[in-house]
């Protein structure tokens, strides 16, 4: 028997019984940069064999609703989005904005909602930014190397997730472990998030030259979720995206929104 069925006609039975667990909902998001010309979309399927019962939305760095939202009462298989176009938060080419996308689901009942995130351009569509929803995120964040070139920037977003806030300091270190660029010392309230940059330019000169980086989060309590993101400095478009360990589906120290 093939393991999805299996699983699916598991939790049919247990449901029968009226003790049902669904499994985990993966519908927790790090921050997502946009510029003009973009739309960040939240999609949501309700995975076989429960239905979906789930509020979309999207959220600023201060925590503020940003939108519309969207509540969703899916059946199995079937699937929802919510999208917000980036012209109307940002007021000049180049210029980022970073949101979170959220996805509530309704407690108390049998509700498996898997959800995803992704940049698409106005123009032609095209996708240049998919990021998976997640059960959870670790609750120290940890990142590998990213090269960044002369024409781009990296950036080191962190959210505090509620109801914990994120107390710690954001930074770089070189392929050497050593430091580049400035830290930023962070104190967020739950759903506040703030960012820390490092133009390629401070570290390579020419075309063509790369500098490899280790994005670092210091977090001593935890709380703080992060992304890496890179992007072109001319129009502010997200070229690379790198989001955080998710945690285990069995795991007892994620943090969930």
Do not use: H
Not at 24 to 46: D, E, K, M, S
Not at 109 to 119: F, G, K
Not at 175 to 198: E, F, H, I, K, R
Request: aromatic share 6%; proline share 10%.
């Amino acid at each position: 028997m093939k393991p999805r069925i299996a699983i699916a006609l598991l939790v049919l039975v247990l449901a029968s019984l009226g003790w049902a667990q669904s499994l985990p909902n993966t519908t927790n998001f790090p921050i997502i940069g946009v510029v003009r010309g973009q739309t960040l979309q939240i999609n949501v399927v309700a995975f076989p064999p429960d239905p979906c019962f789930a509020k979309l939305g999207f959220q600023d760095v201060n925590g503020n609703p940003v939108g519309t939202t969207l509540s969703v009462s899916l059946q199995a298989g079937q699937s929802a989005s919510l999208a917000v176009n980036a012209n109307t938060l940002s007021g000049a080419i180049g210029q980022r904005v970073e949101l979170l996308p959220t996805v509530v689901p309704t407690a108390g009942i049998v509700n498996q909602c898997d959800a995803s995130a992704e940049v698409f351009d106005d123009l032609l569509g095209g996708s240049s930014v998919v990021v998976p929803g997640s059960p959870g995120f670790a609750p120290f964040p940890e990142f590998g190397l990213v090269g960044v070139n002369v024409l781009q920037t990296v950036r080191l977003n962190v959210v505090a997730y509620p109801p914990d806030p994120c107390i710690g300091q954001l930074s770089f270190v070189n392929s050497y472990g050593v430091p580049v660029g400035s830290t930023l010392s962070v104190q967020l309230n739950p759903g506040q998030a703030a960012s820390l940059d490092l133009p390629g330019s401070t570290l390579v000169t020419k075309l063509g030259q790369r500098a490899e980086l280790q994005p670092v989060v210091t977090a001593p309590n935890g709380g703080c979720i992060a992304s890496t993101e890179v992007y072109n400095n001319a129009l502010g478009v997200t070229t690379a995206y790198f989001p955080p360990d998710p945690c285990s589906p069995s795991s007892t120290s994620c943090a969930a929104f």
